[in-house]
């Protein structure tokens, strides 16, 4: 019962110049959270290009319950 949604707006045959791997880990890290704490709904990745092409930025969000305003958030 769990949608995936995969938002690229970044063209096609972008090529990014980075640590393959640190990036993998990082996606995997989120979209694996997201996953884990949303039990129905969608977890979702965004993908785009900064402005002038000089970098990119991801977005993981989902329809899981979220941190409440009074749970404190560890800083690491």
Same mark, same amino acid.
């Given at each position: 019962?769990?949608?995936?949604? @995969?938002?690229?707006?970044?063209? *096609? ?9 640190? /990036? %993998?880990?990082? #996606? @995997?890290?989120?979209?694996?959270? *997201?996953?884990?704490?949303?039990s129905?709904?969608h977890?979702? /990745? %965004?993908?785009? #290009? ?18 409440s ?8």
């Amino acid at each position: 019962g769990l949608d995936f949604q @995969l938002d690229n707006q970044a063209p *096609a045959r972008t090529r990014v110049v980075g640590d393959a791997m640190r /990036l %993998r880990q990082i #996606l @995997l890290n989120l979209l694996g959270n *997201a996953i884990k704490f949303t039990s129905d709904g969608h977890v979702g /990745l %965004r993908i785009g #290009l900064e402005p002038g092409g000089r970098g990119v930025w991801l977005e993981v969000s989902d329809t899981g319950p979220g941190i409440s305003p009074e749970q404190p958030v560890r800083s690491v």
